[in-house]
Structure formats: structure tokens, C-alpha cells
């Protein structure tokens, strides 16, 4: 299995009943979009893969962000409260760049694509 198909392939699903691939652009629960043909299946496949491979970068950097932002706090010679903040960021950072990031880009890559009227299969 390639690193492509691992990181994209839960958005993608075939349609049992004609054979169509649908495209969950936000996992199986929310409504999917007919994918016209294999090479926009393949771009749109191309694109996901880009940004879940830049997400934990963007969260490392956001967290460095934060921490010189906090660095007037003095909690720094507290080991437990340097993690705390340190975790908090990350976590910060992995969310808003799944609510920012990849949900916009998403929703633009399905907009004008087919809604699907399917039985969700989750």
C-alpha cells in the first residue's frame, strides 16, 4: 500500500450501486460528492495526501509560535507546565490546521462537483 493510498483512501469510496466514486471531503458522516472522472479523483487524491503530509510541520511551527509568545510567562523552570504548554500547542495546531486548512481547501475542490445522494457507508 502506498503512502497516497494509506493517508487518502477513507475519503474515497465506491458507490455499490453504479460503481461511481464518491468523495467524502470530511470522513464518511458528512455528505460525499461524485468524483467525475480518474483524473480528478487522482488530483483531488494528490492534494489530500500534500495536506496531511504538511500538517505536523505547520503544528510544530505554530507551536514554536506560541511558545516565544508565552516566554514572558516564567513557568519555564516548571518541567510539567514546559509540557502542558508545549502539548496544548501542538494539539492547537494539528486542529486548526484540519479546521483551516484542509477543510477549505477541500470544500474548493468539491465545489461544483455532483452531491451525492447515497446511504452514507459509516
Known sequence: MSIQSYLTDRY?????EDGRIVMFPNGVKQPGY????????QKM??????????RAPFAFISA??????????????HGLAFVAVQTIALLMGFVGYQIIVV???????????TPWSGRSPG
Do not use: C, Q
Open 64 to 77: 514554536g509560535i506560541l511558545l516565544v509568545l508565552l516566554d514572558k510567562l516564567e513557568i519555564w523552570n
Open 103 to 113: 477543510k477549505t481547501v477541500m470544500e474548493r475542490s468539491t465545489r461544483g462537483m
Open 12 to 16: 474515497f469510496k465506491r458507490d455499490e
Open 34 to 41: 461524485v468524483v467525475p472522472d480518474a483524473a480528478t479523483e
Open 45 to 54: 487524491r494528490l492534494t489530500l495526501m500534500w495536506l496531511k503530509l504538511s
